[in-house]
Each structure stands twice: as structure tokens, then as C-alpha cells.
């Protein structure tokens, strides 16, 4: 079963303007972390933003933003002001048993961002 | 400055041979790992190593084969065992986590594309 689903392969968005990227996962371990990665054309993988599963508050990062509902086992990303250097594949990622030195991280297969002028 | 290299950015291979793949850091990082991207995927982790002269099997080791002599260094072979090796490979490494800690994302290095003639 998927641990992780992003069900959005592409996605459009206006420059300037704000856009959701959904990222849905499936654990039963009460400690895990959530993360959101960026990766260019380029190839690399950029580390954008973390969520565990204790924190009371969904996190931020500059123009990034994990909105978190544990409840529904969403870590959607949300980037404001979308630039057009925000044009690239964005990976959700799951970390499970993260107090007892968990390492498998889990990826997403991705959704594609276009940012148009 | 500190980070994570790896070499070649293109590999050429032909069928029937063993090729390795390098991955170093200079960031002190005890856990590293490999990564398989096909084109329009996720990641798939192929083997990690937690500390020196240590390491375990991911979800697709089939095929490949490590070690983690230097804390510095966790280069990856792919044999002629595996069977469609044309792929994007990535290393990353990160902190080992432990009990009570909080998160740590992983590093990645730029990638080897290998190719298979």
C-alpha cells in the first residue's frame, strides 16, 4: 500500500500568486516526521520544510507552509508568492519511528510545479 | 564549504559490467543512504548505513552492493546482476536521530546519471 500519495502530477499556478500541493500518507507509528523537498531540473534535492507528528503547530518557512491535519494524515504545502524559480518537481516524504532512530524515509512520487508569467 | 559530492554526474555503462558510483561528505554525518529515481518517480532507497562498516538493505538492493570503510565515504556498485540500472542516483546523508531528538532532514549530493548502452 502507499505510504505516501500526492495525487497531483502537474500543477499550474500564476506567478505572484499562492498554490497547494496535497501530500496524503498512512502510518500507524504516533512518531514520525513529514517533509517537503524541491528538486530543479538540475537533479538535487532541496530540503524545504518539516512537520512531526507532536508539533502543536503547523510549520513556516519563509514562503513555505505545511499545513498539517494529523486527524486526516494531510501535510499539504502551501507556497505564497509563487516565483518563477518555484518551477520544479516537489517530493513529500515520510519518516517513520523518528524517537527510536527511525531511517527509512518514504517518497512520494512527486507533483510537477509551472509557474507561469 | 561542507556538503556532499558525488562522481561522475554522467556514467556510461555497458551491459555486463560493474560499474561504482562515489559519494563523499565532508558534513560528519554518522547515516548516509542511496537513492534510485526513474523518470517521473519518487525515490527508492537502495541501502543506507547508519555508521561505520555498517549498513542495511532498502527496498531495492537487488543488484547493488556497498560499503562504509570511512565515515567520509559510501560508494555504490552496480553490478551486472541488476537488470535495468538506467537510472538517476542520488546519495544523501544525515545525523542519526535519537531518542528525544528532533528531526533531521537528509543531505543530498548532485546525483550520477547512469545510463546503460
Known amino acids: 500500500a502507499q505510504k505516501i500519495t500526492q495525487t497531483q502530477p502537474g500543477m499550474f499556478v500564476q506567478e505572484k500568486e499562492a498554490v497547494t500541493l496535497d501530500c496524503t500518507y498512512d502510518?500507524?507509528?504516533?512518531?514520525?516526521?513529514l517533509f517537503w523537498y524541491k528538486q530543479p531540473s538540475s537533479g538535487e534535492m532541496i530540503f524545504l520544510i518539516y512537520?512531526?507528528?507532536?508539533?502543536?503547530q503547523n510549520a513556516t518557512e519563509g514562503r513555505y507552509s505545511l499545513n498539517f491535519q494529523k486527524a486526516r494524515k494531510s501535510a499539504n504545502l502551501v507556497i505564497s508568492a509563487s516565483q518563477l524559480g518555484d518551477s520544479a518537481m516537489y517530493f513529500c516524504?515520510?519518516?517513520?519511528?523518528?524517537?527510536?532512530?527511525?531511517?527509512?524515509?518514504?517518497f512520494g512520487a512527486g507533483t510537477r510545479l509551472f509557474v507561469k508569467a | 564549504d561542507g556538503g556532499i559530492t558525488q562522481s561522475p554526474k554522467y556514467l556510461f555503462r555497458k551491459e555486463g559490467q560493474n560499474v561504482t558510483l562515489s559519494c563523499e561528505q565532508n558534513?560528519?554525518?554518522?547515516?548516509m543512504y542511496w537513492y534510485r529515481q526513474d523518470p517521473g518517480q519518487g525515490l527508492r532507497l537502495i541501502y543506507y548505513?547508519?555508521?561505520?562498516?555498517?549498513?542495511q538493505k532498502g527496498d531495492i538492493a537487488e543488484g547493488y552492493s556497498v560499503s562504509r570503510e570511512k565515515k567520509e565515504s559510501f560508494p555504490l556498485t552496480v553490478t551486472s546482476a541488476q537488470k535495468n540500472p538506467t537510472a538517476f542516483y542520488l546519495c544523501a546523508s544525515s545525523i542519526p536521530l535519537g531518542a528525544g531528538s528532533s528531526y533531521n532532514e537528509q543531505f543530498f549530493g548532485p546525483g550520477t546519471r547512469l545510463t546503460v548502452l
Open positions: 516524504a515520510m519518516r517513520e519511528g523518528l524517537h527510536t532512530g527511525g531511517f527509512k524515509t518514504i
Open positions: 502510518t500507524s507509528d504516533p512518531s514520525y516526521g
Open positions: 558534513l560528519n554525518h554518522d547515516a
Open positions: 548505513s547508519q555508521i561505520v562498516n555498517d549498513f
Open positions: 512537520q512531526g507528528s507532536y508539533d502543536q
